[in-house]
């Protein structure tokens, strides 16, 4: 069960895109369309806002979008705003029946 | 209103043991799957336990033989049986409903 790996940080200035990897295995990411994505701002519970790798939760913002390609899922923060400030953490479910997070991605708004 | 609020964290010597309680308010707990997530202090998330409506439970290999997870539907909460704790435990323990609604954690600290 390893992690999913993602990059440590992404950057992007008031009004970009920016997207996010995350890298698994055939095992996870890449067995079935099961990935979730949270947003977690310092000293907060973490945030769904993603489900089933494009599904947003009711209410949130179509400036979160995700999509697949092989083994690594993405997720893509268009038209960056100051409170995209935040750590970012994918997660899928496994053929084993389990689920597995990514390693967290830093988001920072310059 | 939806929510889940934990309970049981605390300070626990290794090797000891501690129960985790998630009483759930605004939806019958039983009918969605439930997890365990945790947070080491400055570190990452990482799941830890799940069991869906059907009563089917799996675990993280970290914790596998260790943890138990488990639910009263008579009393709509989802309990966290913890066992051998060792230091690497150490981490503020949520309560997942769905992926969607998380509980605001509590602190397990495993120390001599």
Known sequence: QSALTQPASVSGSPGQSITISCTGTSSDVGSWNLVSWYQQHPGSVPKLILYEGTQRPSGLSTRFSGSKSGNTAFLTISELQAEDEADYYCCSYTRSGTFVFGTGTKVTVL | ?112
């Not at chain 2, 049981?8 to 129960?19: A, D, F, K, M, N």
């Not at chain 2, 336990?49 to 008579?74: P, Q």
């Not at chain 2, 997942?96 to 509980?103: L, P």
Request: aromatic share 10%; net charge neutral; proline share 2%.
């Open chain 2, 1 to 112: 209103e939806v929510q889940l609020v934990e309970s049981g964290g605390g300070l626990v010597q290794p090797g000891g043991s501690l129960r985790l309680s998630c009483a759930a308010s605004g939806f019958t707990l039983s009918a969605f799957y439930m997890s365990w997530v945790r947070q080491a202090p400055g570190k990452g998330l990482e799941w830890v336990s799940v069991t869906n409506s059907g009563g089917t439970t799996d675990y993280a290999d970290s914790v596998k033989g260790r943890f138990t997870i488990s639910r009263d539907n008579s009393k709509n909460t989802l309990y966290l049986q913890m066992n051998s704790l060792r230091v690497e435990d150490t981490a503020v323990y949520y309560c997942v409903a769905d992926q969607n609604v998380w509980g605001q954690g509590t602190l397990v600290t495993v120390s001599s």
